[in-house]
RNA sequence: GGCCCGUUCGUCUAAGGGUUAGGACACCACCCUUUCACGGUGGUGAUACGAGUUCGAAUCUCGUACGGGCUACCA
């Protein structure tokens, strides 16, 4: 009974990797890593017509970024390859003929043309879509209906046709979803679904049952959108490898857009990232944005994912990987579909920058000030630089305005909104106010501020009416941390520099 | 249309027969803050509907409505 556990994340190299995607991969890896099995990814590639260049390379960097590496994969390696479908070829048509032969599959040599005219002729209201099933391939080109001679005369002569699989008729499938529990089908409303097309190559139907065989896996997870065809998955098992041997099965609910399951449309439309990491597709040029570029941390978005459809049944909602990998478990899944909400996203995020240590957010936001024109130098200064702002920072870009000033001038100084209520007596306590720094000894927050404070005083001005002046001459506008930690950060020389040129505008 | 899955605040969710139905995001108010945030306190706000089972139902059953998915030689 307990057999090692192995999962799989068998996406297709067809473009960018969204949201339900990455989730897919967040709640095998989890469980792979809670019951101490593996977790690998097969690349299901039978769809030459679909592939798209550069898909596989960003589906593995993606699984880098957000930290879910697989042990076994293209990439990996393991002992159970090739882990592309395309290079198993072998192995499907033999599963195929096998079915043939013993009467739950047979061929079928209709023509697009052919089928097109079935969906029409056997159209009507009541069955807007008709499908190749048990009332209709009587009527139809295939094995079942043509003479065994006939049959083996049009194999001989290479004819195009592919394996469907004979669904019996009046059987009811059932199997128990980790999720949903006992789910059934009637066989007979179950369409012959293709299992080998003309080219050779296996649908993913027959791909999946074979590979998850091959494989060993364990339990297998996909999204909900899989769940209707599960019946012809159950029934390849029985007829191939024995239920006894069939993984378990769990269905994930859909992550939901605002009108139905998130595609990359909605992200467009309403604003938000749909794939992990920016994605171009390689024939039009478009470009989809990931969440990896538009600022987010990869803990955050793991932490956020695990929670789109899991809980742990407590009120905690920032998670680590480690202690997603301990509280996770399938049972907690929910069934109903999720719809995703950026807004919340977005705190999660906030909640992991202000989580991290200024040590962890350097890199990333060195580069970020970097390509943003802002030379930095002295890592010491950026470190305290983000312990500074990283309460007020929800995306990482938002660093690029919270922070660039300490170590480049303002380039516009918000000259209206100091110059209404500026006056001589302004003029000459910050003229005083740059005297008595410029003897300062200690330069710390503490004391420019316990220096100011003394100026107004003896000046007759109320410090409120300093602050903001003094903050823009700095700043630039009104944001940032405290003035004074401000000034403490930039120096002596810089922050007179900067007040002196402020004066000038000012006045 | 058929099949399958689902339904607790606007959103993510807790409560696995007995709670004033709890938390978080968002929103609003107040406090803190001589900027903007953070933070703190409080507030608005939900069991789709109808039957049944039960002393008692958000919770179990059935029906209805609504939502979603699937219905390709795509995955």
Redesign the pocket.
């Given at each position: 009974m307990s057999k090692k556990v192995r999962v799989r994340f068998?996406?297709?190299p067809?473009g960018g990797l969204h949201l339900g995607g990455v989730r897919t991969v967040l709640y095998n890896y989890l469980f792979a890593r809670k019951h101490g099995g593996d977790f690998l990814v097969r690349i299901?590639?039978?769809?030459q017509?679909?592939y798209v260049q550069g898909a596989e390379e960003y589906i593995f960097d993606t699984l880098k970024w957000c930290g879910l590496e697989p042990d076994e994969s293209v990439q990996h390696g393991g002992d159970y390859g090739p882990y592309r479908?395309s290079e198993r070829k072998a192995s499907y048509r033999q599963y195929a003929e096998q079915l043939v032969k013993n009467g739950q599959a047979y061929y079928?040599?209709?023509?697009?043309e052919?089928?097109e005219k079935m969906?029409q002729d056997f159209k009507s209201?009541?069955?807007?879509?008709?499908?190749?099933d048990h009332t209709i391939r009587m009527k139809m080109r295939n094995s079942l209906t043509l003479s065994a001679d006939e049959t083996q005369k049009l194999l001989a002569e290479g004819t195009?046709?592919?394996i469907r699989i004979k669904m019996p008729e009046n059987e009811t499938v059932s199997f128990t979803?980790m999720?949903?529990?006992?789910?059934?089908?009637?066989t007979s409303?179950?369409?012959d679904?293709?299992l080998l097309?003309?080219?050779g190559?296996?649908?993913?139907?027959l791909?999946?049952v074979a590979d998850d065989h091959a494989m060993k896996i364990s339990h297998a997870f996909r999204?909900?959108?899989?769940?209707?065809?599960?019946p012809v998955h159950i029934l390849l098992w029985k007829y191939l490898f024995g239920l006894d041997e069939m993984p378990q099965w769990a269905?994930f609910?859909?992550i939901?857009g605002p009108?139905?399951?998130l595609s990359k449309r909605d992200g467009a439309k309403y604003g938000f990232p749909v794939f992990a990491m920016n994605w171009t597709d390689p024939k039009t040029n478009e470009l989809t944005e990931g969440f990896k570029e538009k600022g987010f941390l990869p803990e955050a978005f793991i932490n956020l994912l695990a929670?789109?459809?899991?809980?742990d049944?407590?009120?905690q909602?920032i998670f680590t990987k480690e202690e997603l990998i301990e509280k996770f478990s399938m049972?907690?899944v929910?069934?109903?579909?999720?719809?995703?909400?950026y807004?919340?996203?977005?705190?999660f995020n906030?909640?992991w920058v202000?989580k991290s240590g200024a040590g962890s957010l350097k890199s990333g936001v060195k580069t970020l000030l970097e390509e943003n024109g802002i030379a930095i130098s002295n890592d010491d200064l950026l470190e305290k630089v983000i312990g500074l702002v990283k309460?007020?920072?929800?995306l990482l870009p938002d660093f690029i305005q919270?922070s660039s000033f300490f170590f480049k001038a303002p380039e516009t100084i918000d000259v209206d909104a100091v110059k209404p209520k500026w006056n001589e007596a302004k003029q000459l306590f910050f003229a005083e106010l740059i005297r008595n720094y410029e003897l300062a000894i200690e330069w710390n927050a503490h004391t420019l501020e316990n220096n100011l404070?003394e100026i107004?005083a003896t000046n007759n001005l109320?410090?409120?009416?300093?602050?903001?002046p003094f903050?823009i001459m700095l700043?630039g506008?009104?944001?940032?941390?405290?003035?004074f930690e401000i000034a403490e950060l930039l120096g002596k020389e810089e922050t007179i520099r900067r007040i002196s040129s402020a004066i000038k505008m000012f006045g």
């Open positions: 068998a996406p297709s067809t299901e590639d039978t769809d017509s679909r479908q079928a040599f209709d023509t697009p052919d089928l969906r209201e009541q069955n807007p879509s008709p499908q190749y195009r046709h592919v979803d999720i949903r529990g006992e789910v059934s089908f009637e409303l179950v369409d679904k293709v097309k003309a080219d190559m296996p649908t993913y139907h791909a999946v999204g909900e959108e899989w769940l209707p065809s599960a269905h609910p859909l939901l009108t139905g399951k929670l789109l459809g899991w809980n049944g407590g009120e909602e049972d907690r929910h069934s109903a579909g999720a719809k995703f909400d807004e919340k996203a977005k705190w906030h909640e202000k309460d007020r920072c929800t919270q404070k107004a109320k410090p409120g009416e300093l602050m903001l903050r700043v506008g009104k944001f940032g941390p405290g003035v």
